[in-house]
Nanobody, 112 residues
Framework: QVQLVESGGGLVQPGGSLRLSCTAS????????MIWYRQAPGKERELVAS????????NYADSVKGRFTISRDNSKNTVYLQMNSLKPEDTAVYYC?????WGQGTQVTVSS
């Protein structure tokens, strides 16, 4: 079955960086677009960044443009989210989505 496992979350100070990873199994990873979402307490889940299959076309939420970078390594069945210049408002649980399946989420907390 499809499995998506996120890692890399944690506590970071404002202005810091984190890299999230999502490793997939149970499907042909290279054929699917992959998406990072996030959900802050009391808010709806929102799309953060997406990357298409094959040619890796990327799209970002306006709130993270210029700070976050999504990438993928099809040889490792893994999608990444490099997050720089983190702000307190980036605090959320970050979820990986692909092939109509969700990962379990990883907590990112930006606080001094």
């Amino acid at each position: 079955q499809v499995q998506l496992v996120e890692s890399g979350g944690g506590l970071v100070q404002p202005g810091g960086s984190l890299r999230l990873s999502c490793t997939a199994s149970g499907f042909t990873f290279s054929k699917y677009s992959m998406i990072w979402y996030r959900q802050a307490p009391g808010k709806e889940r929102e799309l953060v960044a997406s990357i298409s299959s094959l040619v890796s076309i990327r799209n970002y939420a306006d709130s993270v443009k210029g700070r976050f970078t999504i990438s993928r390594d099809n040889s490792k069945n893994t999608v990444y989210l490099q997050m720089n210049s983190l702000k307190p408002e980036d605090t959320a649980v970050y979820y990986c989505y692909g092939k109509q399946s969700w990962g379990q989420g990883t907590q990112v907390t930006v606080s001094s």
